[in-house]
């Protein structure tokens, strides 16, 4: 039962009844269909008054009951004796005629039975929930369900039920095609708001709330604009093996593979509102905050065919498939589009290109993330060293300072991270990281700002802010050429090789 409280309330609602009366007085609705003598009230319902009625109504409709004569509706053999029966005008209970559903529309279609879920209103414990286990377990001896799911309803944004008369009821329609009064947001931001409530209890909708869905589908469709723009010279073939990815790289696909796990398990347990947050949590943080500002030097300045590149589109490429799997069940427009979209060179057909989540266990990398926690500790205090140098005007943009690290011979995690220092340069968007050991000299040394922290390894380290001492390269910015307007050695290589 989700949620599975639902079980308490089916299972209270069952002790409860002592009887089931399924007939109704009323003018409509399916009939009983009982005879009764005139003279004795005894009723006649045979298999061949029901074999035959049935014959009837899969012609002419359950109205045929109240349209036809007896005569008409009895079988041969007892059409002689028609005048000594009424018709019963009783109706079926609406909670029997929808709790035996199960077999018409599983048993009778040959579709699978029990069915996989069964989901209604809270309401339904008392009515469709309990007929349906009643009758299908009077008839087959067993549920027809395998689950039970429960949803709340829909209020407006003051949290009021919705009614015609207060006149704040919202058509979906009117959020799919908009008004005269309001724009159209389609039918991907009402799924994502629909996905992003929880769903097992009452929830409100209105403008601030499908608001914040339309913000979150711009900034996914943000992301995968950014990646396909980046894709247009990669191929298939362009691949790297996982070996020869950066460190960077490999950290970021560790990222993705607990993020996909946690995908998955909200998914299968249903936890919807919970995929959101992951999905918005993981694509605001890990991806536009962290990976894509890393990696625009990368894929702007290097050589296009260099392995250094290369190794960023190819995690590229596998975010995209990952990202695109994530929401395609929620935001499906979204995600087809994205795949039309796709390089000519990368086209394929969607049945491919969307596979749940590979999950390669070769990219869990638990230890790049004490690594990686110590990089992100270290940009954030250098980070509140460049606001105060903004602030003091000692320092106009981050491609006009470096970071020295001082740090001891204990470090392990320094000796880690000083082995690609270039990475952590692009990470902090200065023109360069520096790693040293402490010395005498260090008194000595030039600097806007200097911070000292501890790491988790226990060893202490010093972050010495600087003047980037190099001049502008023209072509990627950074302070790192040796005279003005020239090309720094990279740039130089790249641009004349």
């Not at 769903?199 to 869905?213: E, N, W």
């Not at 992100?376 to 690290?405: C, G, H, P, S, Y």
């Not at 204990?410 to 023109?431: D, G, H, Q, Y």
Request: aromatic share 10%; net charge neutral.
């Amino acid at each position: 039962m989700i949620p599975s409280s639902g079980k308490r309330r089916l299972e209270s609602t069952v002790l409860e009844r002592s009887d089931w009366c399924i007939s109704r007085q009323r003018v409509w609705g399916v009939p009983i269909p009982v005879f009764y003598n005139i003279e004795t009230d005894e009723p006649l319902l045979s298999n061949e008054t029901n074999e035959y009625l049935k014959k009837l109504i899969v012609q002419h409709g359950t109205d045929c009951w109240f349209n036809f004569s007896v005569e008409e509706l009895l079988p041969e053999s007892l059409k002689s004796n028609a005048h000594l029966y009424r018709k019963s005008l009783d109706t079926m209970d609406v909670w029997f005629d929808s709790g035996t559903s199960w077999c018409g529309v599983l048993h009778q279609r040959n579709l699978p039975l029990p069915s996989d879920m069964y989901i209604e209103g809270s309401d339904q414990h008392r009515g469709w929930f309990q007929s349906s286990l009643l009758t299908s377990v009077a008839v087959t001896g067993s549920a027809p369900y395998k689950q039970v799911m429960t949803h709340g309803f829909v209020l407006d944004e003051n949290g009021q039920k919705m009614s015609k008369s207060l006149g704040n009821v919202i058509d979906p329609a009117m959020i799919i095609e908009g008004t005269k009064s309001n724009v159209p947001l389609g039918a991907d931001v009402l799924r994502v708001w629909v996905a992003s409530v929880d769903f097992k209890y009452d929830v409100s909708i209105g403008p601030t709330s499908l608001s914040r869905a339309t913000d979150l589908l711009r900034k996914v469709r943000n992301t995968i604009k950014f990646i396909l723009g980046n894709l247009y010279d990669f191929k298939l073939n362009d691949i790297l093996p996982y070996s020869e990815l950066s460190e960077l790289d490999k950290f970021i696909l560790h990222k993705l593979y607990l993020w996909s796990q946690n995908i998955t398990h909200n998914y299968e347990v249903f936890d919807f509102h919970q995929v959101i947050l992951s999905i918005a949590d993981f694509i605001s943080v890990d991806i536009s905050a962290i990976y894509f500002d890393a990696c625009k030097d990368r894929l702007y300045v290097e050589a296009p065919t260099s392995k250094i590149r290369r190794s960023c589109q190819t995690v590229l490429y596998i975010l995209l498939n990952e990202i695109i799997t994530a929401i395609s069940p929620i935001a499906c427009f979204l995600a087809q589009d994205a795949i039309q979209h796709l390089p000519n060179q990368l086209k394929q057909d969607p049945k491919n290109f969307i596979k749940w989540f590979s999950q390669n266990k070769e990219w869990h990398r638990p230890e790049l993330e004490i690594r990686w926690e110590t990089i992100f500790n270290i940009r954030d205090e250098f980070n509140k060293l460049l606001n105060t140098a903004r602030e003091q005007k000692k320092i106009a943009a981050n491609l006009e300072a470096n970071l020295l690290i001082k740090y001891s011979e204990t470090s392990n995690l320094m000796k880690a991270i000083k082995s690609f220092e270039e990475e952590f340069t692009n990470i902090l968007v200065i023109s360069k990281v520096t790693c040293q050991l402490f010395s005498n000299d260090d008194n000595k040394i030039e600097k806007l700002g200097v911070h000292e922290m501890e790491l988790k390894d226990g060893s202490k380290i010093t972050l010495y802010l600087q003047n980037a001492t190099g001049c502008k390269c023209p072509r990627c910015w950074k302070r790192i050429s040796l005279q003005p307007d020239l090309l720094c050695t990279r740039c130089d290589n790249v641009v004349n090789k």
